[in-house]
Antibody
Framework: EVQLVESGGGLVKPGGSLRVSCAAS????????MNWLRQAPGKGLEWVSC????????YYADSVKGRFIVSRDNARNSLYLQMSGLRAEDTAVYYC??????????????????WGQGTLVTVSS | DIQMTQSPSSLSASVGDRVTITCRAS??????LNWYQHKTGKAPKLLIY???SLRSGVPSRFSGSGSGTDFTLTISSLQLEDFATYYC????????FGGGTKLEIK
């Protein structure tokens, strides 16, 4: 059974940094593209970033480009999101998710097969 | 970015009802359209991919249709466990989601 467990969320001041993690189990982690998505309070879902199994392909949403860095450790079956220059609008529940297929048009994730339950990041002074 | 617009934003219905949710893309996305179900505090679940392909394990009362810019998710006979928020998502370009449709018990 696929399990994705996010951790590391918390309260951080504007301009601060935080790293969230995702522990994966129940599948061959190194074989899959992994993603971070988020949901701000009262808002819809937003894709944030993805990283291929070998870490050779990485994409970011424009809203986080230059501030967030995605990485993975296949030996530890773990996914990470290093967030810096945090803003109030980054306040959200952050989810990790698996993508098993690529879109033939943009060559990134096609859909998000399985998700974790999320970790809350609050950016506030 | 491709904008995805869902309607209605909320919907009240009863167990056994047939429900349809609409999703419109700001440009043609061919058949690169997926649907998710999300219950508060839980992990979102993939229901349908490529407009109409049901994910394994998803009940057959869920179905999807459409192409180009206009898409629908239909639940043929609502069950208690179906009350949740539903999102469409396009993968023609950088993924974007609709604003969600909250399905509530009447």
């Amino acid at each position: 059974e696929v399990q994705l467990v996010e951790s590391g969320g918390g309260l951080v001041k504007p301009g601060g940094s935080l790293r969230v993690s995702c522990a994966a189990s129940g599948f061959t982690f190194r074989s899959y593209t992994m993603n971070w998505l988020r949901q701000a309070p009262g808002k819809g879902l937003e894709w944030v970033s993805c990283i291929s199994g070998s870490s050779s392909s990485i994409y970011y949403a424009d809203s986080v480009k230059g501030r967030f860095i995605v990485s993975r450790d296949n030996a530890r079956n773990s996914l990470y999101l290093q967030m810096s220059g945090l803003r109030a609008e980054d306040t959200a529940v952050y989810y990790c998710a698996i993508s098993s297929e690529y879109s033939r048009t943009w060559h990134g994730p096609h859909f998000f097969d399985d998700w974790g339950q999320g970790t809350l990041v609050t950016v506030s002074s | 970015d491709i904008q995805m617009t869902q309607s209605p934003s909320s919907l009240s219905a009863s167990v056994g009802d047939r429900v349809t949710i609409t999703c419109r893309a700001s440009q043609s996305i061919s058949r690169y359209l997926n649907w998710y179900q999300h219950k508060t505090g839980k992990a979102p679940k993939l229901l349908i991919y490529d407009v109409s392909s049901l994910r394994s394990g998803v009940p057959s009362r869920f179905s999807g249709s459409g192409s180009g810019t206009d898409f629908t998710l239909t639940i043929s006979s609502l069950q208690l466990e179906d009350f949740a928020t539903y999102y469409c998502q396009q993968s023609y370009n950088t993924p974007t989601f609709g604003g969600g449709t909250k399905l509530e018990i009447k």
